[in-house]
């Protein structure tokens, strides 16, 4: 998330940490940093401190397909949207597209379904790993990681796991979290 008041964030309820170079403060539940790029320094916030989420394993790596598009789409399967799993995929979801819709990234997302069962999917794109464009796929799992797989990411996990593998890749992306 990008916000746009870092300044004053410190409480005194607050907790500091520093991770690889960068200060991190806690307040109302969530964390807070400081990104630079070039002469600009934008303001983030996140769900989970980067110490809670280094440890989740990370396959494979992306080619330029998924680099170079200025658009990426964010798709599920819909059988997988039911119960508890309804609330982590939304999360998940929003999480990435923000993050990858804001000026950092400055990428075009489009939500998507993997097949056309739904009602929900009926005016969406139909869109797997093996179309032929950028793709996050958010896959409810009982097994938490990231796949990276050329033109496809698929964060996989189950409730907050979920949503840990997307706030995991943010900070790999800028760079803070380096493994």
Known sequence: YVEHAFTGKQGKN????SYNGFEFVKSEGSWYTEWQRDNSTIN???Q???WEVENITVKGSVD???KRWPAVFITYDPEDNVGDNTKYLALAAADTATFLSSPIFERNVFGACTKNITNDCA???IITCSTNTSVVYLKISSETGILLD????TFQGKGENLRKTTQKAIYQ???IIRK
């Not at 607050?14 to 940490?17: L, R």
């Not at 050329?150 to 990411?153: S, Y």
């Open 14 to 17: 607050s907790e500091m940490h």
């Open 44 to 46: 983030l916030r996140f």
């Open 48 to 50: 989970y401190a980067p």
């Open 64 to 66: 330029n397909r998924f």
């Open 123 to 125: 005016d969406k794109p």
């Open 150 to 153: 050329g033109n496809c990411v």
């Open 173 to 175: 992306w800028l760079g």
